[in-house]
Antibody
Framework: QVQLQQWGAGLLKPSETLSLTCAVYGGSFNDYYWSWIRQPPGTGLEWIGEINHSGRSNYSPSLKSRVAMSVDTSKNQFSLNLNSVTAADTAVYYC??????????????WGTGTTVTV | EIVLTQSPGTLSLSPGERATLSCRASQSLSSRFLAWYQQKPGQAPRLLIYGASSRATGIPDRFSGSGSGTDFTLTITRLEPEDFAVYSCQQYGSIPKTFGRGTKVEIK
């Protein structure tokens, strides 16, 4: 049973960098895309981006200039950095596993979420 | 970017009733790369449906997905008390992998 455990700073000042890490327990790391999604208070989900074990990544165009994702395959972990944060970046941030179906990846396992307040 | 529009915003129903939720895409989703998620307050989303109509592991058969092209539907045949939640659709066939804003199914 795969589990995702995530952590990172929950309170930031404007212009600082948001940094979150997600660890994968109980499953393979190499066969999936690893994703970040956020949910501002009272609103819907927003896809931030994804990365695979080799570092190939896709980002949302609206955040691409401020986002960087990375992987540490030795620890089965992946990370999100979002720089120059503002109050608009206040949200619950989720990590999730993307599983392949017909060459495309949907999200089947989610972390519990980290509340980030700017 | 593909925009997903979910309707209605809120659905007020009683336990035992049938729920029909809509998700409309701004462009055709080739190969039906659409998923549905359930989210309860304070919890992470839970995958219900992928590929527009395939139930995820452990999902009861009262949940079903259908549709193609630009119009997709999630149906809950008989609402159980634990089904009252927010339901979101997501397309994962093109970048960015956008979500709809969600439909809240509340107890009438």
């Amino acid at each position: 049973q795969v589990q995702l455990q995530q952590w990172g700073a929950g309170l930031l000042k404007p212009s600082e960098t948001l940094s979150l890490t997600c660890a994968v327990y109980g499953g393979s790391f190499n066969d999936y895309y690893w994703s970040w999604i956020r949910q501002p208070p009272g609103t819907g989900l927003e896809w931030i981006g994804e990365i695979n074990h080799s570092g190939r990544s896709n980002y949302s165009p609206s955040l691409k200039s401020r986002v960087a994702m990375s992987v540490d395959t030795s620890k089965n972990q992946f990370s999100l950095n979002l720089n120059s944060v503002t109050a608009a970046d206040t949200a619950v941030y989720y990590c999730a596993r993307g599983i392949e179906w017909q060459d495309y990846f949907y999200l089947d396992v989610w972390g519990t979420g980290t509340t980030v307040t700017v | 970017e593909i925009v997903l529009t979910q309707s209605p915003g809120t659905l007020s129903l009683s336990p035992g009733e049938r729920a029909t939720l809509s998700c409309r895409a701004s462009q055709s989703l080739s190969s039906r790369f659409l998923a549905w998620y359930q989210q309860k307050p304070g919890q992470a989303p839970r995958l219900l449906i992928y590929g527009a109509s395939s139930r995820a592991t452990g999902i009861p058969d009262r949940f079903s997905g259908s549709g193609s092209g630009t119009d997709f539907t999630l149906t809950i045949t008989r609402l159980e008390p634990e089904d009252f939640a927010v339901y979101s659709c997501q397309q994962y066939g093109s970048i960015p992998k956008t979500f709809g804003r969600g439909t809240k199914v509340e107890i009438k």
